[in-house]
C-alpha cells in the first residue's frame, strides 16, 4: 500500500470537492480545477476529507493510488494558496519585461525573446532581474517556469543566465594561464 496514498486529503472550510466519475472538481477562493480520475483507484469523499483507496492490489492500480492522491492535494493546495516559482536573472544587460500577456526576456540573443503567457497565469518582473510565475495550476506553473528558464540555462563558467532563486550553479574552472 502506498505510504503516500495512505493519508487523506484535508479539506479546508473554504474548499468543496464534488466528484461526477470520472471528473473531480475543486473549488476554493482562488479559482476551480478538475481532474480526470482514473478507474483504477476509488475516491471517498467526506466533510473535511478525501480519503483514495486502490481498487485492487495490480501494480498499476498501486501505481495510480499515490499518483491521485498527491494530484488532488495539489489542486487543494492550489486553489487556497496558490503556487510561485521564482527565477532570477544573472549576468549584464540581462534584464526581463512582461505585460498582460507577454513576457519579453533581453538575455544576450540579438534578438528580445518573447514568450505568451498562458491563461491563468500571472508572471511578475521585479528589479528587471527577478521573476515571480503564479497560478493555482503546479503543473503550468512549473511548466511556464522551466520554459521560461529554457531561454538561456545558466552556463557553468560564469553562471550568466536564467536560474531558479537558490539554485547552485556547479561552476567549472577556466583555462589555466601561461606560465
Known sequence: MSRIGKAPVPLPEKVKATFAPPTLS??????????RVPDLVVLDIGETEIRVTAKSEQRKSRAMHGLTRSLINNMVTGVTQGFTKTLEIQGVGYRAEADKNNLTLNVGYSHPVVLPIPEGLTVEVEKNT???VRGIDKQSVGEMAACIRRVRKPEPYRG?????????????VGKAGAK
Do not use: M, N
Open 130 to 132: 527577478v521573476i515571480h
Open 26 to 35: 475543486v473549488e476554493g477562493p482562488k479559482g476551480a480545477l478538475t481532474l
Open 160 to 172: 550568466k543566465g536564467i536560474r531558479y532563486l537558490g539554485e547552485q550553479i556547479r561552476r567549472k
